[in-house]
């Protein structure tokens, strides 16, 4: 099978295209037949170093994919073959995304929503995880409770918005002005030009603010919190500022593979609460040129590699 591996550490240019053995389904797993894979931070962050996640037998790339299932394994009785699913596999240890076959625990996947394409689907798992664990799990988000999204047009943002505003939260989002109009139609009730306004003047008494960027972000969120308030930070624990004396709660979430989550996901896609938005999609023979562009930052949602 075709896929992308890391020949060593460094710049997108490490990343090569390679013919690998097959996988076969273990016990209780499926293999996948990937259509489209998605293209997430971790993904080049990982490359750059490989100090970041747990590496299998041979550095294949990637987790988000979308397919259809090839074969099960001993005792799957969740799935058949010719089901469409997507998934994140066995996160945080490399999968292999990037590939034209992935196997894992059939429950690290759920049935494709219906309504979507492989490249729409393989969108979804690692960043709207993110956002529903973060918001559901960890916050326990409420209606009529104030959310702050940063980077809210990102992968994670602009499902976290739309998660926030689906558990009945009034939703706030920092964003360049060019992407306000978009935020607005995914359910954005309000929004601050992070390059004109700092966020800490222009809003207070949020009850859960999701912190994406890092940096000083966290320790200017605590600014907006009510006392209580809960400041969650993806970009891992050294970017966690100490909470002081006010009752805040901090604290860095890992999203995890999540069948129930999944699934609570695809319900909130066949209702018409959550959509993803494709910033670019590129075969996965130009997986660099995916990583060149994830890197700048200006992305609008996901980019997405087509596969088969």
Same mark, same amino acid.
């Given at each position: 099978?075709? !896929?992308? =591996?890391?020949?060593?550490?460094? &710049?997108?240019?490490?990343?090569?295209?390679?013919?690998?053995?097959?996988?076969?389904?273990?016990?209780?797993?499926?293999?996948?037949?990937?259509?489209?894979? %998605?293209?997430?931070?971790?993904?080049?962050k990982?490359?750059?170093?490989?100090?970041?996640?747990?590496?299998?037998?041979?550095?294949?790339?990637?987790?988000?994919?979308?397919?259809?299932?090839?074969?099960?394994?001993? &005792?799957?009785?969740?799935?058949?073959?010719?089901?469409?699913?997507?998934? /994140?596999?066995?996160?945080?240890?490399?999968?292999? *995304?990037?590939a034209?076959? $992935?196997?894992?625990?059939?429950r690290?996947?759920?049935?494709?929503?219906?309504?979507?394409?492989?490249?729409?689907? !393989?969108a /979804?798992?690692?960043?709207?995880?993110?956002?529903?664990?973060?918001?559901?799990?960890?916050?326990?988000?409420r209606?009529?409770?104030?959310?702050? $999204?940063?980077?809210?047009?990102?992968? $994670?943002?602009?499902?976290?918005?739309?998660?926030?505003?689906? /558990?009945?939260?009034?939703?706030?989002?920092?964003?360049?002005?060019? +992407?306000?109009?978009?935020?607005?139609?995914? *359910?954005?009730?309000?929004?601050?030009?992070?390059?004109?306004?700092?966020?800490?003047?222009? =809003?207070?008494e949020?009850?859960?603010?999701?912190?994406?960027?890092?940096?000083?972000?966290?320790?200017?969120?605590?600014?907006?919190?009510?006392?209580?308030?809960?400041?969650?930070?993806?970009? %891992?624990?050294?970017? $966690?500022?100490? !909470?002081?004396?006010?009752?805040?709660?901090? *604290?860095?979430?890992?999203?995890?593979?999540?069948?129930? %989550?999944? +699934?609570?996901?695809?319900?909130?896609?066949?209702?018409?609460? /959550?959509?993803?938005?494709?910033?670019?999609?590129?075969?996965?023979?130009?997986?660099?040129?995916?990583?060149?562009?994830?890197?700048?930052?200006?992305?609008?949602?996901?980019?997405?590699?087509?596969?088969?």
């Amino acid at each position: 099978m075709r !896929a992308i =591996v890391v020949s060593q550490w460094g &710049g997108p240019e490490v990343l090569t295209e390679t013919e690998l053995d097959r996988p076969e389904p273990g016990m209780g797993e499926i293999l996948v037949r990937v259509h489209a894979a %998605g293209v997430n931070p971790v993904d080049w962050k990982t490359r750059a170093s490989g100090a970041l996640i747990p590496w299998g037998p041979v550095p294949a790339v990637g987790w988000d994919v979308s397919g259809t299932v090839e074969a099960v394994g001993p &005792g799957v009785t969740v799935f058949q073959p010719g089901d469409e699913v997507f998934g /994140l596999p066995r996160f945080p240890v490399q999968a292999g *995304g990037y590939a034209e076959y $992935v196997t894992a625990t059939a429950r690290h996947f759920a049935r494709k929503p219906e309504t979507l394409d492989h490249v729409q689907a !393989a969108a /979804l798992p690692l960043a709207a995880l993110t956002a529903w664990q973060a918001l559901t799990d960890t916050a326990g988000v409420r209606p009529g409770q104030r959310v702050l $999204v940063h980077a809210a047009a990102g992968g $994670v943002g602009h499902f976290a918005v739309q998660i926030a505003k689906a /558990l009945g939260a009034y939703v706030i989002g920092t964003a360049s002005a060019a +992407k306000h109009e978009v935020l607005r139609s995914l *359910g954005a009730d309000e929004l601050i030009d992070y390059r004109t306004t700092a966020f800490e003047d222009a =809003v207070s008494e949020v009850d859960v603010v999701i912190d994406a960027i890092g940096g000083d972000y966290g320790t200017r969120s605590l600014k907006v919190l009510r006392p209580g308030g809960h400041l969650i930070t993806l970009n %891992g624990p050294d970017e $966690v500022p100490a !909470a002081g004396t006010e009752g805040f709660r901090t *604290g860095w979430t890992l999203v995890e593979p999540d069948h129930a %989550g999944l +699934k609570a996901i695809a319900a909130l896609v066949a209702e018409g609460k /959550l959509r993803p938005l494709i910033d670019t999609v590129l075969p996965l023979a130009e997986a660099a040129k995916a990583h060149e562009i994830g890197e700048r930052g200006r992305t609008t949602g996901k980019i997405v590699l087509t596969v088969v």
